[in-house]
């Protein structure tokens, strides 16, 4: 969503590097070209002047002048600015002291509350709690149907006691539903509300009915963040109509500009919670303004990164991983292989995965035209072997190549270059193993680094060189004397007197260190 405001400011960036010095004139032209990415990207006028001043007046003063990199403080100054109007810390859900906790989502018909309930109640579960999904959307055709469907699939339990169509009270089945969570111990209700095609009394009067009702915890406004100022606009109004607590944005996955995501913590003062960037339950998570800031630098999320893999791998398959690559490369099989390659596959798109990476902003076309269905055709490749096969590669033959290219469904040369590829990577663990990686210009040799052992290798074939003379007489010399040291001393070139050499005297320098 963010990528042509991300160029854009990378673009503008890129101006400044290599300035040891910037000017009133270049941090001008900076704060203009900022200004005009923010405008594309659909943020709100009001935004975009308040952001603007910030960043001018901060660049102007001591921070910026004074600072060894400039052009690194000004883009300091700028994420600064946009963690502040993405709402500065990231707001967690409030509690109630005695369940259930009581969760009201509202909002415009279409901005997917019903979804959202049901990846909410997921995430919630995943935190340890037992929510229940209330549906008190009684008048979109087969919303209650709906709800009941995402809850089966969220694993979360749901509350439907009316069939909906235009039938039943909302504001009774809200009231009932706190009672049933009670009775069977649920610890969080989600209340999914009807919406409309815009803001109208009706939507109001009934939000505010069931608001009052079950009095909840949190009232949580559901943004289509692809609709862009009419979401800044329509969160004002409701704020000022029913009132609520916190935003979560849906559909922040979608090619929009995204510049009401960017708006509608500063315009309304109610900080984004949570966000929904793809169409699977699981693609649901808390909002972070400052990963968020971090993404549309172009800076990666790490911290998020982190995050998914610590829920997706499990610690002790990890360690088993590792004590199995401690023996040897040749203990990795394909079977490993493929364990590893499914548990990446569970932390979702490989092409999100990546878009958290640093510096993957400039590989953006690359990433967008990786083929997810990769990673099926390799599995379905291992799959297709035999145990031998999995366990010792070198046996796959050209016989045998035919039959897995014949039982995964691909082409001979793609078992082939599986295998290859596989192979390298054992090659290259085994490098990892040792300490170094060959091939990598620039790496000073170091002790077991494998980076450092060819230069080693001139280095004591010239000093083999120089011990040797090409001159004949003097090579003769360097013989006899070399002669003459091996007649007098033992082993090793030390004094060959006593036993194991026990009248050789150690230098006086030396002898502090053997205490």
Known sequence: MFDTLSDRLAATFKNLRGKGRLSEADIDATSREIRIALLEADVALPVVRSFIKSVKERSLGAEVSQALNPAQQVIKIV???LIGILGGEARRLRFAKQPPTVIMLAGLQGAGKTTLAGKLGRWLKAQGHAPLLVACDLQRPNAVNQLSVVAERAGVAVFAPEPGNGVGDP????????????????????VDTAGRLG???????????????????????????????DAVNTAEAFRDGVGFDGVVLSKLDGDARGGAALSIAHVTGRQIMFASNGEKLDDFDAFHPDRMASRILGMGDMLSL???AEQTFSQ??????AAKLAKGPKEFTLDDFLAQMEQVRKMGSISKLLGMLPGMGQMKDQINNLDE????????I??????????DPTIINGSRRARIARGSGVEVSAVKNLVERFFDARKMMSKMAQGGMPGMPGMPGMPGMGGGNKRKGKQQKKAKGRQRSGNPLKRAQQEQEAAARREQGGAFGLPAGGQGGQDFELPEEFKKFMG
């Open 79 to 81: 994420n600064e600015e």
């Open 171 to 190: 504001v009774k089945v809200a009231q009932d539903s706190i009672e049933f969570a009670r009775t069977k111990q649920h610890d969080v209700v989600i």
């Open 199 to 229: 803001i109208d009394e009706e939507l109001m009067r009934q939000a505010a009915d069931i608001r009052d009702a079950v009095r909840p915890d949190e009232v949580l406004f559901v943004v289509d963040a692809m609709i862009g100022q």
């Open 306 to 308: 982190i995050e998914k």
């Open 316 to 321: 002790q398959e990890a360690e088993k991983m």
């Open 373 to 380: 269905r990769d990673v099926d055709r390799t599995a379905a």
């Open 382 to 391: 291992i799959k297709s072997m035999t145990p031998a096969e999995r366990q």
